[in-house]
């Protein structure tokens, strides 16, 4: 039997053969899904990579009827959608909140490194400070624990070099001494007499 011998015969018998072949096609699927997924996932990688300026042009020339369809969907279908969101919500509570929590938690570490950063330390360089002042304020003493907020970076605004850290309270008040001796001193000895 030659090649085109065969492919006739096997277009014969899946036209013969149809459900036994969806039969087939489904067990298959089903026992394969995760390589069946990869190479779809790498086939969409390949086309979309060969066709981004011909998606590009795509979504410019039909973006103003993209919006006119999307807007007259939400007209239309405006009381469905609030309803399925009240209904998900109320179901998944849980998972909404914890999703809240994650977001909040994430913000805040992404904050403290962008806050790192003008300082030019890293998360583990502060941490490094950190264990070496045991958890407390360079100044007063106090321990992370006793405060509200964590302690913050007290460099020299004129070097920029990193001196330690300190409890807001402390940092405020070099902050507005401006880092001037004379004047702390001053205001320890008005301390003292008064």
Not at 94 to 100: A, D, L, P, T, V
Request: with cysteine.
């Amino acid at each position: 039997m030659n090649k085109e011998e065969r492919k006739e015969y096997e277009k014969q018998w899946r036209i013969a053969n149809k459900e036994k072949k969806k039969g087939y096609d489904k067990k298959y699927c089903n026992t394969h899904k995760k390589e069946i997924g990869k190479r779809q996932k790498k086939y969409h990688k390949q086309w979309y990579a060969k066709n981004k300026e011909k998606i590009k042009k795509c979504n410019a020339n039909h973006k103003e009827e993209k919006k006119e369809y999307n807007k007259q969907y939400y007209d239309n279908n405006n009381t469905d959608l609030k309803n399925y969101q009240k209904e998900y919500r109320k179901n998944n509570k849980e998972k909404i909140n914890q999703y809240r929590m994650n977001r909040k938690e994430l913000r805040k570490q992404q904050h403290r490194i962008l806050n790192l950063k003008q300082y030019g330390i890293t998360p583990e360089q502060y941490n490094e400070i950190f264990d070496k002042q045991n958890g407390c304020c360079n100044i007063c003493g106090k321990h992370q624990s006793e405060l509200k907020r964590i302690l913050c970076v007290d460099h020299n605004h004129e070097t920029g070099k990193v001196r330690g850290l300190l409890c807001s309270k402390c940092n405020f008040i070099l902050g507005n001494a401006n880092d001037d001796i004379t004047l702390l001193l001053k205001a320890i000895e008005y301390l003292k007499n008064n």
